[in-house]
């Protein structure tokens, strides 16, 4: 079975500094991984996907994701962290069903 | 352009009601998807339209929770006989197709009394 995990479920850091989110994944076959970015009584938002390609995948807001094949992690980073970053982030899979399989969500504080 | 929307954005209801949701996707997009926010189960996913095919209803938690997509746009969740632990954000997304991004609407949040 498919699943994501992100083991911190909080994770500070002060603004302008850089921030890393972590997501190991367990998959058969080849993975299709997602962030999205959800702000207090919103949706989530997509942030960028890995599909296949370059390791290093670009997203919305300045973010960023390293995909790893040999330790199975998706992380996520920024290199310079603002405040209005704050919000829940989570990490997901897409089963080879087409639903998303997410990780529990880490909530990210950026103090000014 | 558009996103996904949903309807009503709050919901309070009594114990033993029923509740439609409504989901609008984003125009042109095939595939439909229904996931629901709760405390104490994290993200799950509930029922999957994709175009005309059959519906994967397989993360539907029990026979009181049901959904339909008319004319391959619109698609409501009802649940019946409300239960206080139906108390969730339900939250909508749609892609282009199924191995598409998915892009989320922002919810509607559930209070069973």
């Known amino acids: 079975a498919q699943s994501v995990a992100q083991p911190e479920d909080q994770v500070n850091v002060a603004e302008g500094n850089p921030l890393t989110v972590k997501c190991t994944y367990s998959v058969s076959g080849n993975p299709y991984l997602f962030w999205y970015v959800q702000y207090p009584n919103r949706g989530l938002q997509f942030l960028l996907k890995y599909i296949t390609g370059d390791n290093l995948v670009k997203g919305s807001y300045g973010f960023e994701a390293e995909f790893n094949k040999s330790q199975t992690s998706f992380h996520l980073k920024k290199p310079s962290a603002l405040v209005s970053d704050s919000a829940l982030y989570f990490c997901?899979?897409?089963?080879?069903?087409?639903?998303?399989?997410f990780g529990t969500g880490t909530r990210l504080q950026v103090f000014p | 352009g558009a996103g996904v929307s949903q309807s009503p954005s709050n919901k309070v209801t009594e114990k033993g009601k029923d509740v439609e949701l409504r989901c609008d996707p984003i125009s042109g997009h095939t595939a439909l998807y229904w996931y629901r926010q709760s405390l104490g189960q994290g993200l799950e996913f509930l029922i999957y339209?994709?175009?005309?095919?059959?519906?994967?209803k397989s993360g539907l938690p029990s026979d009181r929770f049901s959904a339909e997509r008319t004319g391959g746009s619109v698609s409501t969740l009802t649940i019946q006989r409300t239960q206080q632990e139906d108390s969730a954000v339900y939250l909508c997304a749609s892609s282009r197709e199924g191995r598409e991004t998915q892009y989320f609407g922002p919810g509607t949040r559930l209070l069973v009394l």
């Open positions: 339209f994709q175009g005309n095919s059959a519906p994967d």
């Open positions: 997901a899979v897409r089963d080879w069903t087409d639903k998303l399989i």
